[in-house]
Each structure stands twice: as structure tokens, then as C-alpha cells.
């Protein structure tokens, strides 16, 4: 006898899901990137919720041409042992409005599609993931985010008499 196995359907990516993340997150990045101090931009933000501090995310620009920007996003601090710090490259296209992961971790290049099961357990919709965590993280460094005590406009006990 045969048995007839249904084989699972291909997976195939949501290209409008992907567009709105990368949408957003171009946004994301503007906004926080237009946080200066003494006309210089700021390339590290503080978190603290409440009184509680929760770590500094670093943005460096690693390459710079006409219509692109590429950048590395990376919490370098954080106020547990154990916590990944996130660092992903970011590439940044001016022209369209969008940003989108194109490195995490020690993952070089992420697949728009993965085979699944796969050798490193990869989800089918791994960029998409990924978009959607860097999205989630830009919401929380703009929610809670600060500029870091070094660049403070006055100093403690400062102006008073």
C-alpha cells in the first residue's frame, strides 16, 4: 500500500510585512539619531526605566555613500549577566525610506527564506523576525532612552548658591 504523505507548503515571505518593518524602522532610527548635544549627534543612548538602569545602546555609521548608510546597533551595557547585548548591522536606504537588518549576531547575511528544518534551526521567516525584533528594540531606546550623563546641560551642584 501507499500512504500519501502531505508534504508541509513552501513558505513564502509577506513582502508588505517586511516593507512596513523596514518603513518603521527607518523612522525609528531618525528619530533617535536627531538626539543631540552641543550641536554634535549622539551616538549612545542611556536606558533606564524609572530609576532602574537598564543599559547603553551604541549607534556607530560604518560606511556612508551617496543614497545608503550602514550602521551597527549594539547594546554595550546592560544591567543583566544574563542578557544577550543585541548588535546587528543595519543598512539605511535614504532614497526609500527603509532600514533593514542585514546582520545579527554572528549571522553575516540573513536569508529572506529558510529551508526548515535547517542546520542552525533558523525560522522560515528569520528576516522578518529579526526586523520585527529590531523594531520592538527602537520602540523601547526611544520609550526609555536618555542621553548619557556626560552629556548633561548642567552638573551636579552646579548653579547652586
Request: charged letters at 25%.
Amino acid at each position: 500500500m501507499t500512504e500519501w504523505v502531505k508534504r508541509p507548503k513552501a513558505y513564502v515571505p509577506d513582502l508588505r510585512q517586511l516593507g512596513a518593518l523596514c518603513d518603521g524602522n527607518y523612522q525609528r532610527l531618525r528619530k533617535l539619531r536627531q538626539l543631540e548635544a552641543d550641536g554634535q549627534p549622539v551616538c549612545e543612548i542611556e536606558l533606564y526605566r524609572e530609576h532602574q538602569y537598564l543599559g547603553r545602546v551604541r549607534i556607530e555609521v560604518l560606511q556612508t555613500a551617496r543614497f545608503t548608510e550602514t550602521l551597527l546597533l549594539e547594546q554595550v551595557h546592560n544591567s543583566g549577566r544574563w542578557l544577550n547585548n543585541p548588535r546587528m548591522t543595519v543598512r539605511v536606504y535614504h532614497d526609500a525610506l527603509m532600514a533593514e537588518v542585514i546582520s545579527c549576531y554572528r549571522q553575516r547575511q540573513i536569508a529572506p527564506v529558510n529551508d526548515y528544518p535547517n542546520r542552525f534551526m533558523h525560522h522560515p521567516d528569520e528576516k522578518v523576525q529579526i526586523n520585527g525584533f529590531l523594531a520592538d528594540w527602537l520602540d523601547y531606546c526611544l520609550r526609555f532612552g536618555h542621553l548619557p550623563m556626560e552629556h548633561a546641560a548642567w552638573s551636579a551642584g552646579e548653579g547652586i548658591e
